[in-house]
């Protein structure tokens, strides 16, 4: 089994995201431009077909995210405003931003596709310029489309 999630980008569409379960099913959701999401199950005998597809407005993909990490005791790392996804990145050990400052070559403002918003160190909330060096578990909160916060995310774990 894979739980690793596929991202791809359909230009014009919007990004369709997929992984495969321990039984063999392909499950995936495809987030378009305008927010809405389709939750789709590929067909078992052609992994290009979808046997079942159910379209969710973002409120109803946020209630789905929401029952979904309530059911496995977790909470998401996004949340959806409008089109704009907020999310939080956990700094792990021996991650490349590790030790360096939110503004490090390659993260200042305009470089990145995402906003970084701030870090959460302990309890207490900084903002970017408070920070100082980055430290395992602190808590990078990032704004921008989805996929830019996604590609953030890589950046913060492995550099630009």
Same mark, same amino acid.
């Given at each position: 089994m894979s739980?690793?999630?596929?991202?791809?980008?359909?230009?014009?569409v919007? *990004?369709?995201?997929?992984?495969?379960? #321990? /039984?063999?099913?392909? *499950?995936? *959701?495809?987030?378009?431009?305008?927010?809405? =999401? +389709?939750?789709?199950?590929?067909?078992?005998? @052609?992994?290009? =077909?979808?046997?079942?597809?159910?379209?969710?407005?973002?409120?109803?993909?946020?209630?789905?995210? +929401?029952?979904?990490?309530?059911?496995?005791?977790?909470?998401? @790392? =996004?949340?959806?405003i409008?089109?704009?996804a907020?999310?939080w990145?956990?700094?792990g050990a021996?991650?490349?931003i590790?030790? #360096? /400052?939110? @503004? /490090?070559?390659?993260?200042e403002?305009?470089?990145?596709?995402?906003?970084?918003l701030?870090?959460?160190?302990? +309890?207490?909330? #900084?903002?970017?310029?408070?920070?100082?060096?980055?430290?395992?578990? +602190?808590?990078v909160i990032v704004?921008?489309? #989805?996929?830019?916060?996604?590609?953030?995310?890589?950046?913060?774990?492995?550099g630009?």
């Amino acid at each position: 089994m894979s739980s690793a999630v596929e991202h791809v980008e359909l230009p014009g569409v919007g *990004v369709r995201s997929t992984f495969s379960t #321990q /039984a063999g099913l392909e *499950v995936g *959701v495809l987030t378009h431009q305008s927010g809405t =999401r +389709d939750v789709l199950v590929y067909a078992e005998d @052609d992994p290009d =077909r979808c046997s079942d597809v159910m379209s969710l407005e973002p409120a109803e993909a946020q209630a789905m995210a +929401d029952l979904l990490g309530t059911a496995l005791g977790g909470s998401p @790392d =996004r949340m959806l405003i409008g089109p704009v996804a907020v999310g939080w990145v956990e700094v792990g050990a021996g991650w490349w931003i590790e030790g #360096q /400052a939110l @503004d /490090a070559p390659g993260l200042e403002p305009g470089k990145l596709e995402a906003r970084l918003l701030g870090v959460v160190r302990g +309890d207490l909330p #900084q903002l970017p310029a408070e920070v100082g060096p980055l430290r395992a578990t +602190d808590v990078v909160i990032v704004a921008g489309l #989805q996929s830019n916060v996604d590609n953030t995310a890589r950046i913060l774990e492995l550099g630009p």
